[in-house]
C-alpha cells in the first residue's frame, strides 16, 4: 500500500487527488495538509506537515511556491520523497530544490500528465529535424491560474531548445513596438479564461507548411493520475532530482 500526504488538499487538484485516490487499490491518503479546510474530506486533515502524524511514503505537492521550504524541510528530516506539481518557482526556489534533492529522491514537473510528458519527447525530434523552422507555442487556461506562462509552455520550450543545435530566446507576446521576427526567437503566448483546464500549442513554421503539435487536457484527473505514478516512481530510489521523462523510461 502506497501512503500519500496530499499538500494543498483544499485545491481543486487536492480534489482530483482524492476522487482518483478512491480509484486505486494500491493507494492510501493518509494526510492532506492546507491552510484552510474544506469541508467534507475523506482523509485526516492538518493546517501543517509538521502535525501530521500517519506515516507518509510519499508527499504529493500541488499548493503553492510559498510553502516549498517548510515542506522540504519536512521531507528532508523525515527522509519522505517528494512529487512537485507545482509551479511558479524562483531562481531561489529551484535551487532550493536541487539542494533537498541531494538527501532526498524528488520528482519536479510542469505537468503530471503522462500525454504532456510524450508530447515534449516528440517536440525534440521534431525541432532536431525541423532546424531552421520558427517556433511559437500558445497556452491556454482558466481564467484563476496565477502563473504565465504556465509550467508546462516553458517545458515544451525547453524541449523545443533541446533538440536544437542554436538555442532560441523567449519572447513573451508581441506588441506593435516588438518589430520582425528575429530568427532566434521561440515565440509564448498566454490566453486565460473560463474554466479551461488547460491546452498546449507548439507550432513550426517553415517554408510552405506548418507542423502543429497540440495537447488538451479535458479533466484535472489526468494530472492526479500522472502524480501517483510518479509517486510509484520515486519509492526506493536514491536521492536525485527525477522528472517525468524518467518515469516513462
Same mark, same amino acid.
Given at each position: ?7 494543498g488538499?483544499s485545491?481543486k487538484m487536492g ?7 478512491r480509484?486505486l /487499490?494500491d &493507494?492510501?491518503i493518509?494526510g $492532506?495538509? +492546507? @491552510? ?5 474530506l475523506p482523509c485526516?486533515f492538518y493546517?501543517?506537515l509538521?502535525k501530521?502524524t500517519?506515516k507518509?511514503d510519499?508527499i504529493i505537492?500541488f ?6 521550504p517548510s515542506m522540504?524541510?519536512?521531507a528532508?528530516?523525515?527522509?519522505? /520523497?517528494? &512529487?512537485?506539481?507545482t509551479? $511558479?518557482? +524562483? @531562481?531561489a526556489?529551484?535551487q532550493?530544490?536541487e ?24 517536440i ?8 531552421g523552422?520558427?517556433?511559437e ?7 484563476q491560474?496565477q502563473?504565465a506562462p504556465s509550467?508546462?509552455a516553458l517545458?515544451?520550450a525547453?524541449a ?6 542554436d ?5 513573451y507576446?508581441r506588441s506593435?513596438e516588438s518589430g ?7 515565440g509564448?503566448h498566454?490566453l486565460r479564461?473560463g ?11 517553415g517554408?510552405d507548411?506548418?507542423?502543429t503539435v497540440?495537447?488538451?487536457a479535458?479533466s484535472?484527473?489526468?494530472?492526479a493520475?500522472g502524480a501517483?505514478h510518479?509517486?510509484?516512481f ?6 536525485g532530482?527525477y ?7
Amino acid at each position: 500500500m502506497l501512503n500519500i500526504v496530499i499538500n494543498g488538499v483544499s485545491g481543486k487538484m487536492g480534489a482530483a487527488l482524492l476522487e482518483t485516490a478512491r480509484e486505486l /487499490p494500491d &493507494v492510501r491518503i493518509v494526510g $492532506g495538509v +492546507d @491552510a484552510v479546510k474544506k469541508e467534507g474530506l475523506p482523509c485526516p486533515f492538518y493546517t501543517e506537515l509538521e502535525k501530521v502524524t500517519g506515516k507518509a511514503d510519499c508527499i504529493i505537492d500541488f499548493s503553492r511556491p510559498a510553502a516549498l521550504p517548510s515542506m522540504l524541510n519536512y521531507a528532508v528530516r523525515n527522509n519522505v /520523497p517528494v &512529487v512537485l506539481c507545482t509551479t $511558479g518557482y +524562483d @531562481a531561489a526556489q529551484l535551487q532550493e530544490i536541487e539542494t533537498a534533492a541531494k538527501k532526498i529522491p524528488i520528482l519536479k514537473s510542469g505537468n503530471m500528465s503522462l500525454g504532456v510528458n510524450v508530447v515534449c519527447e516528440l517536440i525534440k525530434k521534431a525541432a532536431a529535424a525541423l532546424s531552421g523552422f520558427d517556433i511559437e507555442i500558445t497556452e491556454t487556461h482558466h481564467n484563476q491560474k496565477q502563473d504565465a506562462p504556465s509550467g508546462t509552455a516553458l517545458m515544451m520550450a525547453d524541449a523545443a531548445n533541446a533538440g536544437l543545435k542554436d538555442k532560441k530566446k523567449l519572447v513573451y507576446g508581441r506588441s506593435p513596438e516588438s518589430g520582425k521576427r528575429g530568427a532566434d526567437e521561440l515565440g509564448m503566448h498566454s490566453l486565460r479564461g473560463g474554466t479551461v483546464v488547460g491546452e498546449h500549442e507548439i507550432s513550426f513554421f517553415g517554408p510552405d507548411e506548418v507542423v502543429t503539435v497540440k495537447h488538451s487536457a479535458f479533466s484535472r484527473k489526468i494530472f492526479a493520475a500522472g502524480a501517483f505514478h510518479a509517486a510509484r516512481f520515486l519509492i526506493g530510489k536514491k536521492a536525485g532530482l527525477y522528472g517525468m521523462g524518467d518515469v516513462i523510461k
